[in-house]
């Protein structure tokens, strides 16, 4: 089955602790994003990735940071920078280019909660 | 920069009668449209999409949306809503630039209940 994953479903995080976020997709898709949700706050993006080992910065990128060394997959660490990290973190890809291919497709989310 | 505001937290609709959420943008150019849907503890699924042509789009489960540019709106709209349509409803519009997508930005979202 094509589509994206995201792991783990729950992560807890300690205080100073860096941890990082999974978001591997088998679609062959180009472009790569990941966006932060808070209650009541819609989605915010925080990285973006339009091909391998290249990235942008997005609305809140201050406190995270990403890599993407295969086209597949594209992880994002939450540093201890990030003073508030609580929330549900969304990865999404979608194909390279205008048209009718630009649309994103989401994963399951993973839950991202503070000790 | 682009935003959207979705004017409706919550919205509650009896099952079997028709709804329309709103949705409003504002982009510097042609806009990409898109509104999704999420259950609770979920990812986002597509309902529908416009990037060009018919201002009238289809998408799935029985919804459509009309593109307004005169009125900078994309409301989302089903003739008779089923419980299985509760759920947190979110339009977005995307931006562009060197022929690949920046990201979407998102409305907060309308969360929709369902009287029985």
């Known amino acids: 089955d094509g589509g994206i994953t995201q792991s783990p479903k729950y992560l807890f995080r300690k205080e100073g602790q860096n941890v990082t976020l999974s978001c591997e997709q088998n679609?062959?898709?180009?472009?790569m994003y990941w966006y932060r949700q808070d209650p009541g706050q819609g989605l915010r993006l925080i990285y973006y990735?339009?091909?391998?080992?290249?990235?942008q910065k997005g609305d809140i990128a201050e406190g995270y940071s990403v890599s993407r060394e295969k086209k597949e997959s594209f992880p994002l660490t939450v540093t201890s920078a990030q003073k508030n990290p609580t929330a549900f973190y969304l990865c999404?890809?979608?194909?390279f280019g205008q048209g009718n291919s630009e649309t994103q497709y989401f994963g399951p989310g993973t839950r991202l909660l503070v000790l | 920069a682009q935003s959207v505001t979705q004017p409706d937290i919550h919205i509650t609709v009896s099952e079997g009668a028709s709804l329309e959420l709103r949705c409003n943008y504002s982009?510097?150019?042609?806009?990409?449209l898109f509104w999704y849907v999420q259950s609770p503890g979920q990812g986002l699924q597509l309902l529908l999409k416009?990037?060009?042509?018919?201002?009238l789009v289809q998408g799935i489960k029985g919804f459509e949306a009309e593109f307004k540019r005169s009125q900078s709106s994309f409301n989302l709209r089903k003739p008779s809503v089923h419980w299985s349509d509760a759920a947190e409803y979110f339009c977005?519009?995307?931006?562009?630039?060197?022929?690949?997508?920046?990201?979407?930005?998102f409305g907060k979202g309308t969360h929709l209940i369902i009287q029985p």
């Open positions: 416009y990037f060009s042509g018919d201002t």
């Open positions: 977005a519009v995307g931006a562009y630039s060197g022929g690949g997508a920046d990201g979407l930005t």
């Open positions: 990735s339009q091909i391998v080992n290249d990235f």
């Open positions: 982009y510097g150019a042609t806009p990409y």
């Open positions: 679609l062959n898709h180009d472009a």
């Open positions: 999404a890809s979608s194909i």
